[in-house]
Nanobody
Framework: QVQLVESGGGVVQAGGSLRLDCAAS????????MGWFRQAPGKEREFVGV????????YYSNSVKGRFTISGDSAKNTVFLQMNSLTPEDTAVYFC???????????????WGQGTQVTVSS
């Protein structure tokens, strides 16, 4: 049974930082792309960023580029999201994803975590 477990969410003041961790287990075949989506209340699910371990290339949404950094360990199927300069607009449930192709569409990813809440207060 494949599981993606996120941790590190919480409440932070605007301008602060948080780091999210995600670990995948139970995979029976190699996955090369791992990263994050988010969903704010009343809004559609939004691509945040992913890493492609085939070439270690990083993809970010324009809304987080320059503030968020993705890193990870492909051998351990772990990915991290360092979030800096947070604003209230970053408030959302953050979901870890894993798959074999890079896509801005969530349905292209094979597995999802249950999500972790990030709340940024003004």
């Amino acid at each position: 049974q494949v599981q993606l477990v996120e941790s590190g969410g919480g409440v932070v003041q605007a301008g602060g930082s948080l780091r999210l961790d995600c670990a995948a287990s139970g995979l029976t075949s190699r996955r090369y792309v791992m990263g994050w989506f988010r969903q704010a209340p009343g809004k559609e699910r939004e691509f945040v960023g992913v890493i492609n371990w085939r070439d270690n290339f990083l993809y970010y949404s324009n809304s987080v580029k320059g503030r968020f950094t993705i890193s990870g360990d492909s051998a351990k199927n772990t990915v991290f999201l360092q979030m800096n300069s947070l604003t209230p607009e970053d408030t959302a449930v953050y979901f870890c994803v894993i798959g074999t192709v890079v896509s801005y569409k969530g349905e292209q990813y094979d597995y999802w975590g249950q999500g972790t809440q990030v709340t940024v207060s003004s």
